[in-house]
């Protein structure tokens, strides 16, 4: 199953209608998407505005593959689940957001592995035919790990240039 899914925010209509059009002409029954109020209704796959915490939970455990924005609570939540992220950013110039902060996220997790990204349809349909080339990623870890804690513990408590001189 792949299961779409635009964030909880703002509907995301290029990319809610560029997966309905590839479900449809690939005549996939197996696409559920999670559109947000006010977005555009697909045509050919299933489809709700809005799910609870522990609904979305449980549609990216059963997803082969996890189709959405480069929202960080959708690609974290995929990441712990350890399953596979297609991404295509909201891009500022098409005012689908205010800046271009998700084509850089989508850029940076691509380098590191840990998405597959697409920045346009053609290369949204490439990836969706072929899914093997999408890395399925080691499940990350929901809470951060005792050396980090220790750092930040140590960072916080380190005292200013002002508290030294006094």
């Known amino acids: 199953m792949i299961f779409v899914t635009v964030g909880s925010q703002m509907p995301f209509d290029r990319l809610v209608l560029a ?3 590839w479900a449809q002409e690939r005549r996939r029954q197996d696409v559920f998407a999670q559109i947000c109020e006010g977005g555009a209704r697909p045509r050919w796959i299933g489809w709700t505005e809005r799910l609870g915490p522990d609904e979305f939970r449980a549609r990216v455990e ?3 593959l996890v189709v959405a924005h ?15 992220i297609l991404a295509l950013p909201r891009r500022g110039a098409l005012r689908e957001t205010r800046n271009d902060h998700q084509v850089a996220t989508a850029q940076r997790l691509r380098q590191q592995g840990k998405i597959a990204a697409a920045f346009d349809e053609e290369e949204l349909f490439e990836l ?13 870890q929901p809470y951060a790990s005792p050396q ?3 750092t930040l513990r140590r960072f916080i408590h380190q005292p200013t240039p002002a508290q030294e001189s006094t």
């Open 19 to 21: 997966v309905d059009r």
């Open 62 to 64: 059963q997803a082969d």
């Open 148 to 150: 980090l804690l220790e």
């Open 128 to 140: 969706l035919d072929h899914p093997e080339r999408i890395p399925a990623p080691p499940r990350a």
């Open 70 to 84: 480069a929202g960080m609570g959708a690609i974290i939540t995929a990441l712990t689940l350890g399953r596979p």
